[in-house]
DNA sequence: ACCCAGGGTCATA
DNA sequence: TATGACCATGGG
């Protein structure tokens, strides 16, 4: 019986072989990172991608900015991203965070998580990503991809906590902040496969990973 | 018309 | 601790 640890280098081996470096997060200052990861809360990708768009014609992209303005129009502009009421309000409690800590980026890991989960809007996942992508910390990432993967392929039961789930594959790989990176992009982008949104996954070369719901 | 998407909070039992 | 309601747009 292979270790975790074996099976899940050798799945990122797999992966990586496909597809290649992702370079992710796709954004171009860190704390476009965050408000990407707030905003991509159950919501598709492309509909972020409107709403920064939409931002960043009304305004700077800095936490002071961004807290400056009116949350009506806040939420006006990141509308196609879905819940724009709830994730205006997200949006500027991350930002007061920010504003009034701006040591935050020295702060050990565990604490920064702290700091980070005690804004309300930001839960395990979206204080993980701001955490690896952001402020490149040491983190493995669990999404709904990742669960549904690793369950599809049998490692994971399909209700483990967030918490033990994540600690269980960071103890078995015990990686680094640009592994770790490079995985959760990797499981990301694969997920995202035309052939992995279909009910059969046949001419996808990585079918046995395959992980739409119903396979 | 339905389902889903790079979740999280809050009220209730 | 564990469900369920709620938040809301856009693409398939």
Request: with cysteine; charged share 25%; net charge negative.
């Amino acid at each position: 019986m292979k270790s975790l640890k074996a099976r899940l280098e050798e799945l990122f081996e797999q992966l990586f072989a496909h597809y290649g470096a992702q370079n992710w997060w796709p954004a171009e200052t860190p704390f476009e990172v965050m408000l990407g990861a707030v905003l991509t809360q159950n919501t598709a990708w492309a509909n972020v991608e409107k709403a920064i768009l939409n931002l960043k014609k009304l305004s700077e992209l800095n936490p002071q900015a961004l807290l400056a303005m009116p949350r009506e129009l806040l939420a006006e502009a990141i509308r196609p991203s879905g819940y724009f009421n709830l994730k205006a309000e997200r949006v500027q409690n991350l930002c007061a965070l920010l504003a009034d800590n701006r040591e935050l980026h020295k702060l050990a890991d565990l604490e920064l998580r702290g700091q980070l989960l005690g804004v309300t809007g930001i839960g395990p996942e979206t204080a993980d990503d701001i955490l690896l992508y952001a402020f490149q910390r040491p983190v493995f990432v669990i999404d709904a991809y990742t669960r549904r993967l690793l369950g599809r392929i049998g490692w994971i039961d399909a209700d483990i906590a967030y918490e033990d789930l994540r600690q269980t594959i960071e103890q078995a790989l015990a990686g680094d902040t640009e592994y770790y990176n490079e995985f959760h992009a990797l499981i990301v982008i694969h997920a995202k496969r035309v052939c992995c949104k279909q009910p059969r996954c046949s001419d996808c070369h990585l079918s046995t990973l395959c992980s739409y719901p119903g396979n």
